[in-house]
């Protein structure tokens, strides 16, 4: 790049942004890298994170060159929608720990915990038809909750430097790497090796869940499937499904909790409805004060805020200001930064308010369309185009249906709510 290149390290050496990761506050000192110096930031020598959204269609669209497997058809909405009474089991169990344990008790709840013990035992169900006892037993019963926290801090960092994977978790000599998930691996094995032999007590062909699918593509496409393959598809729905949804949920809670106002309005939509212990998807999906504060809480803190990357193409990218980054140069755009551009979300987008997502009242019906076709195309907290994220139809449906399960039944406060 010709011009832009900030006097900052960043642009130096990629050791800079690995030290960024390695903060814990990347994604803020990223703002403030962008506050500083513009749309665009060189990262590492040649890495460019970019502050577009109107570049979002160029360079995370699909030229359908390369059409997707049926893989990728099983988490289409249709498909999420057959989980859902698996899904309503797993959440109902929730409602019954939290009842016993805390509601009866007057005993004080740690709720993200609670929340991650359920998404993880939600994906085992939706995957395995069984869960992995982490509500049963109250903890992280194995480990692997505290490891997938480990591994991901890992790849987060590894991901800026990547030759020095081949110097620690891949080190023939000694791998210093995270710990392994060896207790889901094993898990994950089990049920495929029970269900190949007909033998998985837990599988009911009524709520078949993804291990059953994705056997139904293997022996569809035996050439291209196999049980290496359907093992890693699994192993995808666990590690790229449980963290970031658990991460959602929690989002939504805090910011419904500390905002009293939002708290209120959001629990009176919730009570004028007869939606019984477990809201259906579609019902909890149509409130609209639900929906604004879903989707707010994950414009203010998107489940992934690194970098989306992505290679420039050959005839490279010129930018919306006529600078020009050379092909092959690793490009992309952070979800963090991207929901908070002021040229879509006005000037208080760091401010949590979900009444952004509704009509105002000074405001036409055509002028809310538009307002709303602008929200939803700059809308990157799942990605784009044709790697968008696979799971955020069961992520959504698994938000919706736990925010309003918990904030319709009972009577929530933070325990300490001037802390941030
Ligand atoms: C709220 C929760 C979630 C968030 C915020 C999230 C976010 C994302 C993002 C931003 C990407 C795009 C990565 C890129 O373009 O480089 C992605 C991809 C992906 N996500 Fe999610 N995700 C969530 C839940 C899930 C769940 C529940 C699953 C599986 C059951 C899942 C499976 C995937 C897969 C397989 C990809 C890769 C898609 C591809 O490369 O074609 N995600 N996710």
């Known amino acids: 790049m010709d011009q832009g290149a900030q006097a900052e390290p960043s642009g130096l050496t990629n050791w800079y942004r690995f030290y960024l990761v390695r903060t814990g506050d990347y994604q803020h000192q990223l703002k403030a890298l962008h506050d500083k110096h513009g749309p665009v930031i060189r990262l590492g020598p040649n890495v460019v994170d970019l502050d577009y959204p109107e570049l979002i269609k160029t360079m995370y669209g699909t030229d359908n060159k390369y059409l997707k497997t049926d893989f990728y058809h099983n988490n289409s909405t249709k498909i999420v929608l057959t989980v859902e009474p698996l899904v309503d089991k797993v959440i109902d169990q929730l409602l019954e720990h939290l009842e016993e344990r805390f509601v009866k008790t007057a005993k004080t709840c740690d709720l993200g915990e609670w929340i991650a013990f359920c998404t993880w035992d939600m994906v085992g169900a939706a995957s395995f038809s069984e869960d992995f006892g982490y509500m049963a037993q109250g903890k992280d019963h194995d480990g692997?909750?505290?490891?997938?926290?480990?591994?991901?801090?890992?790849?987060?960092?590894?991901?800026?430097?990547?030759?020095?994977?081949?110097?620690?978790?891949?080190?023939?000599?000694?791998?210093?790497?995270?710990?392994?998930?060896?207790?889901?691996?094993?898990?994950?094995?089990?049920h495929i090796?029970?269900?190949?032999?007909?033998?998985?007590?837990?599988?009911?062909?009524?709520?078949?869940?993804?291990?059953?699918?994705?056997?139904?593509?293997?022996?569809?496409?035996?050439?291209?499937?196999?049980?290496?393959?359907?093992?890693?598809?699994?192993?995808?729905?666990?590690?790229?499904?449980?963290?970031?949804?658990?991460?959602?949920?929690?989002?939504?809670?805090?910011?419904v909790l500390k905002h009293p106002d939002v708290y209120r309005k959001l629990k009176s939509e919730l009570g004028k409805l007869e939606l019984g212990r477990i809201a259906q998807y579609s019902e909890a999906k149509a409130l609209p004060y639900l929906d604004a504060c879903v989707r707010e809480a994950i414009r203010v803190h998107p489940g992934v805020s690194m970098m989306l990357e992505r290679y420039a193409p050959a005839e490279g990218l010129t930018l919306p200001d006529g600078r020009y980054i050379p092909p092959f140069t690793k490009v992309g755009m952070n979800p963090f930064i991207i929901n908070r551009n002021p040229c879509i979300w006005g000037n208080d987008p760091d401010t949590f308010r979900p009444e952004r997502w509704l009509q105002q009242d000074d405001e036409s019906g055509s002028a809310f369309a538009e307002r709303t076709k602008l929200f939803n195309a700059a809308d990157f907290s799942f990605g784009a185009g044709s790697r968008m994220c696979l799971g955020r139809?069961?992520?959504?449906?698994?938000?919706?249906?736990?925010?309003a399960a918990l904030v319709g039944r009972y009577d929530i406060r933070l325990t300490n709510p001037e802390r941030e």
């Open 144 to 190: 692997t909750i505290s490891t997938e926290d480990k591994a991901f801090d890992y790849f987060a960092a590894i991901g800026q430097v990547p030759i020095l994977d081949y110097c620690l978790d891949k080190n023939p000599i000694k791998r210093i790497g995270p710990p392994n998930l060896g207790n889901a691996t094993r898990v994950a094995i089990e």
């Open 393 to 403: 139809h069961l992520a959504l449906l698994q938000t919706y249906k736990i925010v």
């Open 193 to 255: 090796a029970a269900r190949t032999q007909g033998n998985d007590r837990n599988f009911d062909p009524k709520t078949p869940g993804y291990l059953q699918r994705f056997m139904e593509v293997k022996e569809t496409y035996p050439d291209i499937v196999d049980d290496g393959m359907v093992m890693n598809y699994v192993f995808i729905n666990l590690l790229a499904g449980s963290d970031t949804t658990a991460l959602t949920i929690r989002a939504v809670m805090y910011y």
